[in-house]
């Protein structure tokens, strides 16, 4: 770790990093909101077939106790068969935006940390240079008291010689 440089205003030599940083990980809050949005999106689109599928097979098991004729009943059975691989297709789909959304989600949580890192780093930094310049102020204070106390002990002494030379 490098010294720090006595300075009137703190500067951190990784700012420009850390805004780096922070830019990209805005730009993954941003990209895990649509991964979101797009699983939410697909989670949705499968319920809705899921529901339909349900109310379809509720419809043909009321056309079997009621008076339907065969061939509807197969129509609607093999609408039901290709159905089913559609939902199935669908919740393939869910299963991979959700896993999309959690990767997102790492790369999220990896870019957060990285600027957190740099945050600490930056405020390790400043409280090594605020000691710093609390060392330089006490230095200064210690310096001007010695010079005066050097200074009133020259004049006492010429006082004392004064006096003893007068006597």
């Known amino acids: 770790m490098k010294k720090p440089k006595k300075s009137k205003k703190f500067q951190y030599n990784l700012k420009t990093v850390l805004k780096v940083r922070e830019i990209y990980e805005k730009l993954e809050k941003e990209k895990f909101a649509e991964a979101q949005r797009k699983y939410l999106e697909e989670l949705e ?72 890192i740099l945050e600490k780093d930056r405020e390790h930094k400043k409280q090594a240079w605020k000691r710093l310049m609390d060392r330089e102020a006490t230095k200064f204070l210690d310096e001007i ?5 050097f200074r009133n002990m020259e004049e006492r002494l010429k006082e004392e010689r004064l006096r003893a030379g007068l006597r």
């Not at 004729?69 to 093999?78: K, L, P, T």
């Not at 008291?145 to 106390?149: D, G």
């Open 45 to 116: 689109r499968e319920r809705k077939m899921k529901d339909y599928e349900m109310q379809q097979q509720r419809t043909l098991k009321g056309g079997l106790q009621g008076n339907l004729d065969f061939a509807s009943i197969m129509h609607r059975q093999n609408f039901l068969k290709k159905y089913k691989i559609d939902v199935n297709e669908q919740e393939n789909k869910t299963k991979e935006a959700d896993q999309r959304k959690e990767e997102q989600r790492e790369r999220l949580v990896k870019s957060m940390k990285d600027r957190k």
């Open 145 to 149: 008291s010695t010079s005066k106390y």
